[in-house]
């Protein structure tokens, strides 16, 4: 079965840094484009970064690019965000997200087909 | 970026009826949306993709139709299950992939 676990989360204050790891199972990690997203408390759903198979190719929302650096290391199944600089309103469940793009006969779509349980990162004031 | 306008933002219904959930995009997005539902406390879980296409093991009472700006994730009969909060997302220009604010289904 497909696995994604996050870790790395926790509490820290405005300024401060945080490395979040997802490690993936059940599937050949290195073939699929993998990406974060999170949710703010009672909030709905930001995607955050992606990165695709072997790391040629990454992508951040505006909010978070220059302090936020996504990373995989396939011979170990893992992906990585690193974040810096953090802000109050990084304040959200981070999820670790998997795309297996889908393709019919005339387009490709990227599709978040499994998605790990999450790993809470709170910014003090 | 093209930004996604659910409608409505909530609703309550009874088991065995029909709901949608309409996802309105501010340009063309052609067939590039997705639909996923959401239990509280639990990650997201992909139901539809490429505005059609269900996802194994999703129930057929989910459907989902559109093109262009206009899509909608139709739920017929509904179950008590299908309590949660469904989101639209599109992948037509990314970065960044964009997802709508949310329908919470109550029942």
């Known amino acids: 079965d497909v696995q994604l676990v996050e870790s790395g989360g926790g509490l820290v204050k405005a300024g401060g840094s945080l490395r979040l790891s997802c490690a993936a199972s059940?599937?050949?990690?290195?073939?699929?484009?993998m990406n974060w997203v999170r949710q703010p408390p009672g909030k709905g759903l930001e995607w955050v970064s992606s990165l695709s198979h072997d790391s040629t190719y990454s992508f951040y929302a505006d909010s978070v690019r220059g302090r936020f650096a996504i990373s995989r290391d396939n011979a170990k199944n893992l992906l990585f965000l690193e974040i810096n600089n953090l802000r109050v309103e990084d304040t959200a469940v981070y999820y670790c997200?998997?795309?297996?793009?889908?393709?019919?006969?005339?387009?490709?779509?990227?599709?978040?087909?499994?998605w790990g349980q999450g790993t809470q990162v709170s910014v003090s004031s | 970026d093209i930004q996604l306008t659910q409608s409505p933002s909530s609703l309550s219904a009874s088991v065995g009826d029909r709901v949608a959930i309409t996802c309105r995009a501010s340009?063309?997005?052609?067939?590039?949306l997705n639909w996923y539902q959401q239990t509280p406390g639990k990650a997201p879980k992909l139901l539809i993709f490429?505005?059609?296409n269900l996802r194994s093991g999703v129930p057929s009472r989910f459907r989902g139709s559109g093109s262009g700006t206009d899509f909608t994730l139709t739920i017929s009969p509904l179950q008590p299950e299908d309590s949660a909060t469904y989101y639209c997302?599109?992948?037509?220009?990314?970065?960044?992939?964009?997802f709508g604010g949310g329908t919470k289904v109550e029942i």
């Open positions: 997302q599109q992948s037509y220009n990314d970065p960044p992939l964009t």
């Open positions: 340009r063309n997005i052609d067939r590039y």
């Open positions: 490429a505005t059609s």
């Open positions: 059940g599937f050949t990690f290195n073939s699929y484009s």
């Open positions: 997200v998997r795309d297996p793009g889908y393709c019919d006969t005339s387009d490709c779509y990227e599709v978040f087909d499994f």
